[in-house]
């Protein structure tokens, strides 16, 4: 049942009615037609207010009726995710690929999970082709950027010298360099650690960083 609409006394109040009313347009919507595709965007809106175990329960029963559906399938994923279901999340986003579909968010949500996982040839595709559907995925184009560089010693830096052989590639000097900004030397280390162990839950943890820190520099303030 769906809540009654909030008084919209403020930003947080006009966002919770605008999503109630999302939500009861598109439950008539799909009462009206059970057999329509209704189910994606009130699945959606769902996920969007933490109703994700009915998000995925139409997603799958509404994949039942149209498999092919991409959007829907998206969807899934992004509840399964919610939920920490991360495995099951991956197999969705792999059927979207699979089915030969060229979807720049499928290629870039399969990315991260691959680059958090530690899986860097697989994250480095899928991150690369995400940014050629889509040109405008900053974040992707430079995730890819980061991860093409395979641990060599960035072009220019002022700590070649130092980066030319791994006796420095060391959680802690990569912490360091984190510290003093090298944010592009710290990736490359700890891209390093990650070929050599992808389970090293500290070089992905800081790995990340790395690529977060990028990303607001390369956005500016």
Same mark, same amino acid.
């Given at each position: 049942m $769906?809540q ?5 006394g403020s930003?947080?109040a !006009?966002?919770?009615a605008a999503q +109630?009313a ?8 799909? &009462?009206?037609?059970?057999s329509?595709? !209704?189910?994606?965007?009130? !699945?959606?809106?769902?996920?969007? $207010? #933490?109703?994700?175990?009915e *998000?995925?329960r139409l997603?799958?029963?509404?994949l039942?009726r ?6 829907a399938r998206?969807i899934?994923a992004k509840?399964?995710l919610?939920?920490? =279901? $991360?495995d099951? &999340?991956?197999a969705a986003?792999? &059927?979207?690929? *699979?089915?030969? #579909?060229?979807? +720049?968010? +499928? ?8 680059r958090? !996982? @530690?899986?860097l040839?697989? &994250?480095? #595709?899928h ?6 559907l889509d040109p405008?995925?900053r974040?992707s184009?430079?995730?890819a950027e980061m991860?093409?560089?395979r @641990? =060599?010693?960035?072009?220019g830096?002022p700590?070649a010298?130092l980066?030319?052989d791994d006796?420095?590639a060391t959680?802690?000097f ?8 090298l $944010?592009?030397?710290?990736? =490359? ?5 990650l070929?050599?162990?992808?389970g090293?839950?500290? +070089?992905r ?7 977060r820190?990028k990303t607001?520099r390369?956005?500016?303030?």
């Open positions: $769906v009654p609409v909030p008084r919209a930003g947080v !006009a966002d919770d +109630a999302a939500i009861r347009r598109h439950e008539e919507r799909l &009462a009206r037609d059970p329509s595709l !209704a189910f994606a965007p009130l !699945a959606d809106a769902y996920r969007k $207010v #933490g109703r994700t175990q *998000a995925i997603c799958r029963e509404g039942d149209f498999p092919h559906y991409t959007t998206l899934l509840a399964l919610d939920e920490g =279901q $991360v099951e &999340a991956s986003l792999e &059927a979207i690929v *699979a089915a030969g #579909g060229r979807d +720049a968010e +499928a290629h870039r949500m399969l990315g991260e999970l691959h958090k !996982a @530690g899986r040839e697989p &994250a480095l #595709g991150l690369e082709q995400a940014a050629r405008g995925d974040e184009r430079l995730a991860l093409r560089g @641990g =060599q010693t960035p072009e830096s700590l010298s980066l030319g006796t420095f959680e802690t990569g912490t360091v360099c984190l510290e003093q900004g $944010v592009d030397e710290a990736a =490359q280390i700890f891209l390093r650690r070929n050599k162990d992808t090293d839950p500290v +070089a943890e800081r790995l990340e960083q790395a690529l820190l607001q390369r956005k500016g303030p």
